[in-house]
């Protein structure tokens, strides 16, 4: 009986301008059979080359690289795949940076000073769940973000938040709560906003982390 081929791994692609800190984190991607290093780069320019050429499963980028950032990479990247995972690796860890690595498409974003295997752990969840959004301080963020009163849900908002989470879509969301579709549609643009997400599984998932939707058991339909 012949065994199963072993599945490919993961291809990962390093982006630093700093040598020292791409050496110490192909070391621990190396370390992870299911993981293998395809590619490394120091600046936006070389890292959308590399990308190009490597064609890899997931990029750990830096924010801050001397030709631009780490979001303009991942801005590139999501607009060209669905399906990569991005993660932002920066010691900037501020609710600023959280929220414009989500707002560009990021799967992921870790802070400098986390352990190398947060990072691995990380960029393993990233090539799973591209489009779902992973951060230890996003949960404190959105508490700090929904404080003020311009962020806070109406009730009606909350309302079709709830019928998202139930998976429910922008027609059967209008007709339940006598409402247009534009209208609906206005509505759940703006939930979105609020709550940093660009998609109906960001909001729902966000919405659980601070408590919006502490009672609801969501079937999120992509």
């Known amino acids: 009986m012949t065994e199963s081929p072993s599945p490919a791994p993961t291809r990962v692609v390093l982006v630093d301008d700093h040598e020292l800190i791409r050496a110490g984190l192909a070391a621990a991607f190396t370390r992870v059979v299911e993981m293998a290093v395809v590619g490394q780069a120091a600046s936006v320019g070389e890292a959308l080359a590399v990308c190009g050429e490597t064609k890899p499963d997931v990029v750990v980028t830096d924010l801050q690289l001397p030709d631009g950032t780490g979001l303009d990479i991942i801005r590139r990247l999501r607009g060209q795949s669905a399906t990569i995972g991005l993660v932002l690796l920066t010691m900037h860890s501020g609710d600023d940076q959280i929220f414009a690595a989500m707002e560009?498409?990021?799967?992921?974003?870790?802070?400098?000073?986390?352990?190398?295997?947060?990072?691995?752990?990380?960029?393993?969840?990233?090539?799973?769940?591209?489009?779902?959004?992973?951060?230890?301080?996003?949960?404190?963020?959105?508490?700090?973000?929904?404080?003020?009163?311009?962020?806070?849900?109406?009730?009606?908002?909350?309302?079709?938040?709830?019928?998202?989470?139930?998976?429910?879509?922008?027609?059967?969301?209008?007709?339940?709560?006598?409402?247009?579709?534009?209208?609906?549609?206005?509505?759940?643009?703006?939930?979105?906003?609020?709550?940093?997400?660009?998609?109906?599984?960001?909001?729902?998932?966000?919405?659980?982390?601070?408590?919006?939707?502490?009672?609801?058991?969501?079937?999120?339909?992509?």
């Not at 974003?109 to 393993?124: H, I, L, Q, Y």
């Not at 509505?187 to 997400?197: D, E, F, T």
């Open 104 to 222: 560009a498409g990021a799967s992921g974003f870790v802070g400098k000073d986390a352990p190398v295997a947060e990072v691995v752990k990380t960029a393993a969840h990233a090539t799973r769940s591209p489009r779902t959004f992973v951060c230890a301080g996003l949960a404190q963020a959105m508490v700090r973000r929904m404080s003020g009163e311009s962020t806070r849900l109406s009730e009606r908002e909350h309302s079709i938040l709830v019928l998202l989470a139930d998976g429910l879509g922008t027609g059967p969301i209008a007709r339940q709560l006598h409402i247009s579709e534009s209208t609906a549609k206005s509505h759940i643009a703006r939930i979105y906003q609020k709550l940093g997400a660009t998609n109906r599984a960001q909001a729902v998932v966000t919405a659980m982390r601070i408590g919006l939707l502490s009672s609801i058991n969501p079937g999120v339909p992509r």
